[in-house]
């Protein structure tokens, strides 16, 4: 199976050296700086995994004509720009692992429905001054076909992933898995980027874990109104957190923080990554969108509406 992996910061580098160190056929398309430096030295993983690679680096979308497989990891506000080259490209799957739930729309625009597959990932690692890239966490990468049930193409993926090192579970629901990571995530990008504090300090502190617990419960009300089911396999437990009082919901959020501390003290959100390098926040087509849903079905989100304001002026200074 050839892979195409559009995007190579944290988790591109990650998911292309995993495959290419287990034998698969990647072309990780990248740009700029970051482009050259892959050129030169390969992909460097270090933390939960040690590869040192290369991978067939390509700076041109145009050349791209076709692959089994297609997946973005770009920013949500850079999107549609990345997807345009590609337009002409035959692939057989496309998925994203971007944050939100608005990063389907946009791949059926320019790939068609037939090609999609749902996406979630809880992978995650930071982008070193070195280039290497320090992997943090590897808790999950579902994968699913929009519509529900198991497929050859998505179990084949699954294993494929799998036989890398990346922990992937195909998924027979994955609009409830891409929602359930999407809500707490929400949150915990807003709470990251306004505190700047690792995800276990923010998450344990029963003031921020406050306002986290509040936010995942407005997600999760607006879920339910769009008739979309979540479970608790997101980084906060968004069912729980959405079915418990407020005062037992922080508790929850609390015991995530202690897990963070635990097992990856170092995390940090890739948004406040962003943010300490002076880069754009995904924000309008993640809490902002949530916030449009929101507001479609007259739900009250003062708690998501107030991070977003904060999180918005301080993305204005970017």
Request: charged content about 20%; overall charge negative; hydrophobic content about 45%.
């Amino acid at each position: 199976m050839h892979t195409v992996i559009q995007g190579s910061g944290a988790l591109g580098t990650i998911f292309a050296a995993h495959l290419a160190a287990s034998g698969e056929s990647v072309t990780l398309l990248s740009r700029g700086k970051r482009a050259a430096y892959l050129k030169q030295h390969g992909l460097r993983v270090t933390g939960l995994n040690e590869l040192d690679i290369e991978v067939s680096v390509e700076t041109d979308p145009g050349a791209i004509k076709n692959a089994d497989l297609f997946i973005t990891t770009v920013k949500t506000y850079d999107t549609e720009t990345a997807l345009q080259p590609l337009r002409r490209a035959r692939f057989d799957s496309v998925l994203s692992v971007q944050n939100g739930v608005l990063k389907n729309n946009q791949l059926v625009d320019v790939f068609g429905k037939a090609a999609l597959l749902g996406s979630a990932a809880n992978v995650s690692g930071e982008v070193l001054e070195t280039g290497a890239v320090l992997f943090t966490q590897n808790r999950g990468l579902y994968i699913g076909e929009p519509e529900g049930g198991l497929s050859e193409r998505v179990l084949a993926i699954t294993e494929m992933f799998n036989r890398a090192g990346i922990e992937t579970i195909a998924a027979d629901d994955i609009v409830q898995v891409e929602w359930s990571k999407f809500i707490p995530w929400s949150a915990v990008m807003a709470l990251s980027v306004i505190t700047r504090l690792e995800t276990w300090k923010f998450c344990s502190d029963p003031h921020s874990a406050s306002v986290a617990a509040s936010m995942v419960q407005e997600a999760v009300a607006v879920a339910r109104a769009k008739n979309i089911a979540v479970d608790n396999n997101g980084p906060i437990p968004a069912a729980a957190v959405g079915s418990s009082t407020h005062q037992e919901a922080v508790k929850l959020v609390q015991e995530v923080g202690q897990g963070f501390k635990k097992r990856a003290p170092q995390h940090r959100m890739s948004t406040l990554q962003d943010l300490l390098h002076g880069k754009q926040l995904e924000v309008e087509e993640t809490l902002g969108h949530l916030l449009t849903l929101a507001a479609e079905e007259g739900i009250d989100a003062p708690a998501s509406r107030f991070a977003y304001e904060l999180v918005k002026s301080i993305d204005h200074f970017q």
